[in-house]
């Protein structure tokens, strides 16, 4: 069983920063992959990045590949999503997943993930 803590969410003017955690409990975290999505008012919930288990690889949606990050830190059970030059169409509450089967490839989808947070909003004011 894994447990996940998202933080770091916040309001902020557009071409902002933000870097959000996601804190996660159990052994088994550093042989998972991660994966953050969002949803905002009014949509579906959306891929925005995965990372595999040892960090080597990572993966983002079109819409912010080149501004937002994925890494984590496995001695501190740790992942995180840096965002930069937020855009108000980035506002949403922020998740983040694990693919509870270790070592595979975390994909786009949200049915692939076992473990989620319990989120955190981001608002990105214009």
């Known amino acids: 069983q894994v447990q996940l803590v998202e933080s770091g969410g916040g309001l902020v003017q557009a071409g902002d920063s933000l870097r959000l955690s996601c804190a996660a409990s159990?052994?088994?975290?550093?042989?998972?992959?991660m994966g953050w999505f969002r949803q905002a008012p009014g949509k579906e919930r959306e891929f925005v990045a995965s990372?595999?288990?040892?960090?080597?690889?990572?993966y983002y949606a079109d819409s912010v590949k080149g501004r937002f990050t994925t890494s984590r830190d496995n001695a501190k059970n740790t992942v995180y999503l840096q965002m930069n030059n937020l855009k108000p169409e980035d506002t949403a509450v922020y998740y983040c997943?694990?693919?509870?089967?270790?070592?595979?490839?975390?994909?786009?989808?949200?049915?692939?993930?076992?473990?989620w947070g319990q989120g955190t909003q981001v608002t990105v004011s214009s």
């Open positions: 159990g052994r088994a975290f550093s042989t998972y992959g």
């Open positions: 990372i595999i288990w040892s960090g080597g690889i990572t």
């Open positions: 997943a694990a693919d509870g089967k270790r070592y595979r490839t975390p994909g786009k989808n949200g049915y692939e993930y076992d473990y």
